[in-house]
């Protein structure tokens, strides 16, 4: 994607442990439809990827960009909205 500049990072490798998921979550919850973030950190991130999808069931897309063995980055997308603002479930 040409425009990565305009994606949220967030490099949990220089943010203290308390603060990481707080710092993580305030991000992905003010993601807009078709939003994307970017974590970078020193290990496998997945306990973060069953957080959100245990909080926020079926609202996010989880696609790794490079697995490790020194860095692990992941991309994060908030889904399309379908368009009705209702609570219907449609």
């Known amino acids: 994607m040409s425009n990565s ?3 949220p990072l ?10 990481r998921h707080p710092r993580i979550f305030g991000v992905l919850t003010n993601l807009a439809p078709g939003g994307l973030m970017h974590i970078a950190s020193d290990h496998d991130p997945r306990p973060l ?4 999808e245990t909080r926020y069931p079926g609202e996010f897309q ?13 991309e994060i997308q908030r889904h399309e ?3 009705c603002d209702c609570a219907c479930g449609h």
């Open 5 to 7: 500049e305009h994606i």
């Open 10 to 19: 967030i490099d949990v490798r220089t943010i203290a442990p308390p603060e």
């Open 49 to 52: 990827h069953y957080q959100i």
């Open 62 to 74: 989880w696609q790794y960009l490079e697995q490790g063995p020194a860095v692990w980055r992941v």
């Open 81 to 83: 909205s379908s368009g």
